[in-house]
Structure formats: structure tokens, C-alpha cells
């Protein structure tokens, strides 16, 4: 069933958003580089909002001068903390729900950060330079890294869609809905978004169909990731697009 169907939307063909199955995930990602190239302003600036968040993270692992113990770098791990954005009814299948939520790749992203900085790096200007992302990345948590960042444009942008064809929404608490810099946390919170019946009426957050690549299959995201640990992030995703 498709989210056009369930509300009796008459595509065109033109429209910019992606209409997603909701009986199941489709195995697509959310490219960060198609966003930082999006020309609708709501996305606008999603660059430096992305580079922004970052550069709390490394701010803070460099205040806890690689102890892992401290409660900076303790933080730091929470804030790495992506969980699998199910409303978007993208990625892979049910078996694997929650792998973007782990707690033991914010451990490896934060390990990546503290190893950068004991080289003396404790500034980044460009999303390239994120080589954290080289060890146990793929395109699917790329991903919900990404909409999580973004999540409340996001919503913005599903609700936009649902008042131009009138689809009813409903309150319901959407988790990480908001990052809240100055304590340093996500905050969950009840937004107005359209529901999925096939999924205990769980919420639904649409996305531009620009911003989206195809998932490759895990065997061949980890063949990659085991050879091309130490080339650079955008090469990396460059070589599992074109797989």
C-alpha cells in the first residue's frame, strides 16, 4: 500500500516527494550530499546546521582529553546516538531495526573523534573530512544519521505535503524530534504528522525523492568498508553508489 493510495492522492509524476510503501521499507538512503545541494529553503543551510552539531561533538571529546570516563565525552556518546528513523519507511528490512541506534557505533564514532584529536585536530571545516565515518558506516546509517540531524525540517516539510492535499495528521511523540544545544540532548516530542495504519499507527515523515539513493545489500557494504577504511568519506560513498 502506497501512502498515495491510502489517502487517494492522484500522482502527476512531477511531485518532489517520495510516495513510500507503507506496508515495508524500501531499500533506499538518504544521500547528506543531495541535501547540501537541495535548492528548497527549507533545507536551506543544512550543511552548516550538520557541521555545527559535529563540531559540538569533537568540542566536547577534546574537553574530556580522551577519558572516556568523563562526562564530556559521556555526552558526546549520546549525541552520536542516531536512532533508525522508522517514519520514513526507508532502508533495510524488520530483521535489522534499530542498527542505526547503537550504542556501540556512537562508541566507534567517538573513538574515531578522539583518535583525530590526540593527532592534534580539533576543528573540522568540511563534512569530507568526517574520516570517522570510514569505520562501520553504511549508507543506512548514514542515513538516519542524516534525518535525524534534520528531522524537524523534516516534519515541516511532511506537513507542508499533507496541508497541500489535505491528509489528516495526528499528535504523536516522534523520538530525537529536536537537539537541544545548550544542555547538549535529544528531545523527543509530540508533532503533528499523517499515520501509518499498517504499522500501529506509528507516524509517517516524508522526503524529497532528490535526496535519495539506492541501498546496497550489507555483504557488500562490509567488503567495502574493510578495503576502503582509509580513503576519504566522499570517495567512500562515491564507491558504494557506483557498486
Not at 59 to 73: D, F, P, R
Not at 216 to 227: A, D, F, G, P, V
Request: some cysteine; glycine content about 4%; charged content about 20%.
Amino acid at each position: 500500500m502506497l501512502f498515495s493510495e491510502l489517502h487517494k492522492i492522484t500522482l502527476q509524476g512531477d511531485e518532489d516527494w517520495f510516495n513510500p510503501i507503507l506496508t515495508k521499507d524500501t531499500c533506499l538512503f538518504i544521500d547528506p550530499f543531495s541535501v547540501f545541494k537541495s535548492s528548497d529553503t527549507l533545507f536551506e543551510n543544512s550543511y552548516a546546521e550538520m557541521m555545527y552539531f559535529f563540531q559540538q561533538v569533537f568540542e566536547l571529546i577534546a574537553h574530556a582529553g580522551g577519558n572516556v570516563s568523563n562526562l564530556s565525552y559521556k555526552k558526546a556518546e549520546g549525541m552520536l546516538l542516531f536512532p533508525e528513523v522508522n517514519a520514513l519507511c526507508l532502508g533495510y528490512s524488520k530483521s535489522r531495526r534499530g542498527s542505526g541506534s547503537g550504542p556501540e557505533w556512537a562508541k566507534i564514532l567517538a573513538s574515531n573523534i578522539n583518535s583525530i584529536i590526540a593527532q592534534g585536530i580539533t576543528n573540522i571545516t568540511h563534512f569530507e573530512e568526517l574520516g570517522i565515518f570510514c569505520e562501520g558506516i553504511g549508507p543506512d546509517r548514514l542515513s538516519d544519521m542524516t534525518a535525524n540531524l534534520l528531522k524537524s525540517r523534516l516534519i515541516t516539510y511532511t506537513q507542508r505535503i499533507c496541508h497541500e492535499y489535505n491528509i489528516p495528521m495526528t499528535k504523536k511523540r516522534l523520538q530525537n524530534s529536536t537537539f537541544d544545544y545548550q544542555f547538549k540532548c535529544w528531545n523527543s516530542k509530540e508533532v503533528l504528522l499523517p499515520t501509518n495504519p499498517y504499522k500501529n499507527n506509528s507516524p509517517i515523515l516524508l522526503v524529497p525523492k532528490d535526496f535519495l539513493n539506492l541501498l546496497l545489500e550489507i555483504n557488500s557494504i562490509m567488503k567495502l568498508t574493510k578495503i576502503l577504511t582509509n580513503i576519504p568519506f566522499h570517495k567512500l560513498l562515491l564507491s558504494i553508489m557506483i557498486l
